[in-house]
């Protein structure tokens, strides 16, 4: 290739780079070739280009809000909205019921498929926006826009002794005037430079330069006010831009405003009228089931992912859902085969790997239980994984009789992860069963402390206050339990009996 390479005209050769995504050696050439000439204006552009490929963010996939922006959205429309309206207030009665299906901190049931965002939920005090999905010492993520500064830092190391661009120094309005070069010199202040407020300008001056007749430059202009918080102001810019030209773009972006909002029902609206627009887009039919499943209503989100997966059989979120919603609805024998049709197609974690070991559990392949739990745990790469793996083992383990396993199973999980609270619920109930009153009750408080939302520590420690005559701790137990749990029969029993015997006293 060496000989072809001195025969090829530089510029070709960084063109041939890009196109074959080989983009650190595409810099460098341009490189080269800018150091020959500064004002070679093709060398400069492909540069651009292989610097924003390198850095660019797919704005159709949601964002993961940061504490700063959870703490100090004032954008709702109503403090206390209806079940279904807000991502504050899910549905719950939707679905398999809460005792089979578990919920996650915000309220909301464990889905399938992770994505930034799910299983935090909008946080609305100081102490649960600390708190992360599973433990509570983590750092949480403090702001969204820390992963665009860190992709355009690093982004910058092309070799070059100083800054590529200098934005401080540029013309605008003579860039403004060139589309070629405006919309290259914008994509690398959005994704390169991480500087939105100098790319809304140039924006601006692009939009009046080209007459306000280009859909691209007010969907990003649109862009730049959703960067900046502004989404009051890019509703108006993507409304604007969809009414003149629809695309799919531009109602993903209006997507993400109203979820910025917390209005999903307008979301909702905004993606199906694009379908009406693109029938069988499958990113419009995803972010549809996305945001259903986000405000708990998981009939019509499983409905718009067999929709997806009409139109894209090889759509890994849209199988992923459908086997957690199929798991859950008692048929672990189709969510197996979902699972497996996964793990055909090259995806190989130690998730995928722990939900096929339960399924092949409930379908009393118990062989093959074993077999997945074990490559599931060489497979975990965080500490995370490692426990929820020992959690289900415990489980498989306490279904075959086999209890001493399960408990040093449990142990195992709460080595791993010292706020697992399912581990320390299922552990205070097995030392409850040996008669260790004090053990047990610790291991129910330790449940309460990492994982408040359960309901089942609460009804556990009730039910163990109750056997040894504590009525008050009790009856406030189980006053938690049906907060987390309303539909909880078992509670409602308890309490009943409970105040029967107060009102006596």
């Known amino acids: 290739l060496l000989p072809v390479m001195e025969t090829l005209d530089p510029l070709f050769w960084a063109q041939s780079l890009l196109r074959r995504r080989k983009l650190a050696e595409c810099i460098d050439t341009c490189t080269a070739l800018l150091e020959r000439n500064p004002y070679d204006k093709a060398a400069w552009l492909l540069k651009i280009r292989a610097l924003v490929e390198e850095a660019y963010t797919d704005e159709a996939e949601l964002d993961e809000e940061g504490m700063g922006e959870l703490l100090m959205d004032d954008n709702a429309t109503a403090q206390i909205p209806r079940p279904g309206t807000s991502f504050k207030r899910p549905l719950t009665n939707q679905g398999a019921s809460q005792g089979v299906r578990p919920l996650s ?9 992770a994505r930034p965002g799910t299983q935090s939920g909008r946080p609305t005090t100081m102490e649960n926006a600390v708190r992360t ?13 820390g992963r665009f500064v860190r992709l355009g830092t690093a982004s910058m190391v092309s070799g070059d002794p100083g800054v590529f661009i200098d934005l401080a120094k540029l013309d605008l309005a003579k860039y403004a005037a060139r589309p070629a070069l405006a919309k290259a010199l914008f994509q690398y202040m959005l994704y390169v430079a991480n500087a939105p407020l100098q790319a809304m300008d140039l924006a601006a001056m692009a939009t009046e330069a080209c007459g306000y007749t280009d859909w691209w430059w007010k969907a990003m202009l649109g862009l730049c006010f959703y960067r900046l918080a502004l989404y009051r102001d890019a509703e108006k810019q993507l409304l604007s831009a969809y009414k003149h030209t629809p695309s799919v773009l531009t109602a993903l972006l209006q ?3 109203y979820i910025r909002l917390d209005q999903p029902l307008r979301a909702i609206e905004a993606y199906e009228t694009a379908l009406q627009t693109f029938p069988g887009e499958t990113t419009l039919i995803a972010c549809v089931a996305r945001v259903h499943e986000g405000v708990g209503n998981l009939p019509i989100s499983v409905e718009n992912y067999r929709k997806l997966l009409s139109f894209d059989s090889t759509n890994i979120e849209a199988i992923a859902s459908l086997a957690a919603d199929s798991f859950y609805s008692d048929q672990p024998e189709i969510a197996m085969l979902l699972y497996r049709r996964l793990l055909q197609m090259g995806v190989t974690s130690a998730e995928l790997l722990n939900n096929l070991g339960l399924c092949c559990f409930y379908a009393q392949q118990y062989d093959l ?3 997945c739990f074990e490559r599931a745990l060489g497979l975990a790469t965080t500490d995370e994984q490692t426990a929820d793996v020992w959690y289900n083992i415990a489980h498989v383990a306490l279904a075959l009789g086999d209890v001493s396993m399960a408990y040093q199973s449990l142990k195992l999980a709460i080595v791993c992860d010292p706020t697992h609270g399912e581990a320390y619920n299922n552990l205070g109930v097995l030392e409850y069963r040996k008669d260790n009153i004090e053990l047990a009750r610790g291991h129910y408080q330790s449940a309460i402390r990492a994982a408040g939302h359960m309901h089942e520590p609460h009804y556990n420690l009730a039910l163990l206050s109750h056997t040894k005559g504590d009525l008050q701790v009790a009856f406030t137990e189980l006053s938690s339990a049906l907060v987390a749990f309303p539909d909880h029969h078992d509670s409602k029993a308890l309490l009943q009996q409970i ?7």
Do not use: M, V
């Open 105 to 113: 901190k915000s309220g909301r049931p464990l889905t399938g498929f």
């Open 133 to 145: 999905a599973r433990t509570a010492t983590a750092r949480p993520t403090t702001t969204a826009s």
């Open 255 to 257: 997507g993400k405003t």
């Open 369 to 371: 239980s074993l077999g």
């Open 499 to 505: 105040t029967t015997q107060l009102i006596s006293l």
